[in-house]
């Protein structure tokens, strides 16, 4: 198949026969979730799923995977309106679903740190592969930021005690750790990480596609009435805690590189 027609300014899509590779491609930034990333990571999935290939790997270029909110965004955010949090929060969650309920196999094969959102977006693909340098972690609590939007998503994935664990303390955790909680599949070298991704698609590829696709719309309806309604719970709490001084505190406190002076409102 020939290469993507749309021209993407934060990630590639490119084809190798029937698999698709889409990079996260702002080395500089490490990778980290802007707005347009969010509507160009939309632009690339619909593009994949109207094409012929069945698997689709999502991976990043440079160091790490993706570390995050964009720093500019962050900035932005804590001059928002209500109204102008609770849209950018509900296209947070939307990005997540959509990586999360898409109708063909996807591969995360996570080359470095993924961070927050990107630690979001690392998990929530049908395999999750990690080079052994590989970083994951739900850091929000750590900015006066809160968890919501992946928390529903995480109970489902490690359970609860682990996802606590994870969401209150914000720690970092490594590839080895990440599979020992089931957020990973398997750690491979760095320098293999691409070719083990290849492979897997290729063994995924000698199933029925028809299977594929019946096995995913299946579990897909057995998840999307609960995340459904929690979904709307998260993307409320992610746009209120947005209005605290606690969160244009810890927001700047990060910008800034110093310690946040937490007040609690």
Same mark, same amino acid.
């Given at each position: 198949m020939s290469q993507h027609r749309h021209h993407y300014a934060t990630l590639t899509l490119a084809y190798d026969g029937p698999? !698709?590779?889409?990079?996260?491609? @702002?080395?500089?930034?490490r990778n980290a979730i802007s707005y347009e990333l969010i509507e160009e990571l939309h632009h690339a999935l619909h593009e994949v799923q109207k094409s012929p290939a069945p698997i689709v790997i999502l991976t990043g270029a440079g160091a790490a995977f993706c570390s995050g909110m964009d720093l500019d965004n962050l900035r932005e955010i804590t001059k928002h309106t209500e109204e102008?949090?609770?849209a950018d929060s509900g296209r947070m969650a939307h990005m997540f679903r959509a990586l999360y309920d898409f109708p063909k196999v996807t591969i995360a094969a996570v080359n470095g740190a993924a961070i927050a959102g990107g630690c979001g977006l !690392?998990?929530?693909?049908?395999?999750?592969? !990690?080079?052994?340098?590989?970083?994951?972690?739900?850091?929000?609590?750590r900015i006066g930021f809160v968890p919501a939007i992946v928390s529903a998503f995480l109970? @489902?994935?490690?359970g609860?005690?682990?996802?606590?664990?994870?969401?209150?303390?914000?720690?970092?955790i490594d590839a080895e750790e990440a599979y020992r909680l089931g957020l990973v599949n398997e750690?491979?070298?760095a320098e293999n990480l691409l070719a083990r991704a290849r492979e897997r698609a290729e063994t995924l590829l000698t199933n029925s596609p028809a299977s594929l696709l019946a096995a995913k719309r299946l579990l897909k309806a057995y998840s999307h009435v609960e995340l459904d309604r929690?979904?709307?719970?998260?993307?409320d709490e992610n746009a209120r805690i947005r209005t605290t001084d606690d969160f244009r505190e810890g927001v700047n406190a990060f910008l800034e590189k110093r310690k946040p002076n937490w007040t609690g409102r």
């Open positions: 698999i !698709a590779t889409v990079t996260l491609n @702002r080395p500089d930034k102008e949090n609770l !690392a998990t929530l693909c049908d395999f999750t592969l !990690a080079s052994a340098e590989a970083k994951f972690g739900y850091t929000e609590v109970l @489902r994935q490690v609860e005690k682990q996802a606590r664990d994870l969401l209150l303390t914000g720690r970092i750690v491979v070298p929690q979904i709307v719970a998260a993307v």
